[in-house]
């Protein structure tokens, strides 16, 4: 199985502060991402990188950013938390078998909490 | 229209019995698919993937696609309690990235 963790897996902050989660994958993928799961709207994409320094938006990014420095660290900022931002973050990585593009591994996940 | 749908349930399935969760996606170029099964308060974990039209099997799961109808199913065999899970259709587009769009999953219960 392809090792990856997040990191912290639950945290509280407040509103209005500045909050990273983390993501560390150990097998050298190209893909990553970071998805929001809420009740009733399933997993939405937020961010995706596909290489170091190369990142884009998905359909939920207003109020985040992420960073990819290294292969192997992709981080998700949230600027300013929000309590809509309360949420459960899965970080994901993906690869291929047989040329073709396999489903992704998710992390454990990260229980945020804004108050 | 969603870009992938499925029934949210819950799907109460008697123990022993098959399990039958669908789901329909609306990107005509998509190539591949996926199901996720997920228990509360875990991560998704991949089950199945399917390619190509047909039925694909795996142990107690097959995977069944239609392309022409845009159609994704799973039936569980021999139903157990501990299937007893979300249960998350993911479809990849037909864009150059390999991005997965998710349903918002199916809860199946299997009754002892």
């Known amino acids: 199985d392809a090792g990856i963790t997040q990191s912290p897996r639950h945290k509280v902050t407040e509103t209005g502060t500045p909050v990273t989660l983390r993501c560390h994958q150990t097998?050298?993928?190209?893909?990553m991402y970071w998805y929001r799961q809420d009740p009733g709207h399933g997993l939405r994409l937020i961010h995706y990188s596909y290489g170091v320094k190369d990142t884009d938006k998905g359909e939920v990014s207003d109020g985040y950013s992420v960073s990819r420095s290294k292969t192997e660290d992709f981080l998700l900022t949230l600027e300013s938390a929000t309590s809509s931002q309360t949420s459960v973050y899965f970080c994901?990585?993906?690869?291929?078998?047989?040329?073709?593009?396999?489903?992704?591994?998710f992390g454990s996940g990260t229980r945020l909490t804004v108050v | 229209q969603k870009e992938v749908e499925q029934n949210s349930g819950p799907l109460s399935v008697p123990e022993g019995a098959i399990a039958s969760l669908n789901c329909t996606y609306s990107?005509?170029?998509?190539?591949?698919f996926f199901w996720y099964r997920q228990y509360s308060g875990k991560s998704p974990e991949l089950i199945m993937s399917i390619y190509s039209n047909g039925d694909k099997e795996d142990g107690r799961f097959t995977a069944q696609l239609n392309k022409a109808s845009q159609y994704v199913s799973l039936l569980i065999r021999d139903s157990q309690p501990s299937d007893s899970a979300t249960y998350l259709c993911?479809?990849?587009?037909?864009?150059?990235?390999?991005?997965?769009?998710f349903g918002t999953g199916t809860l199946l219960a299997v009754q002892p």
């Open positions: 097998e050298n993928h190209r893909y």
């Open positions: 994901a990585i993906s690869e291929s078998k047989q040329g073709l593009p396999y489903g992704y591994t």
């Open positions: 990107d005509r170029g998509s190539q591949s």
């Open positions: 993911a479809v990849r587009g037909s864009g150059a990235t390999n991005k997965l769009i």
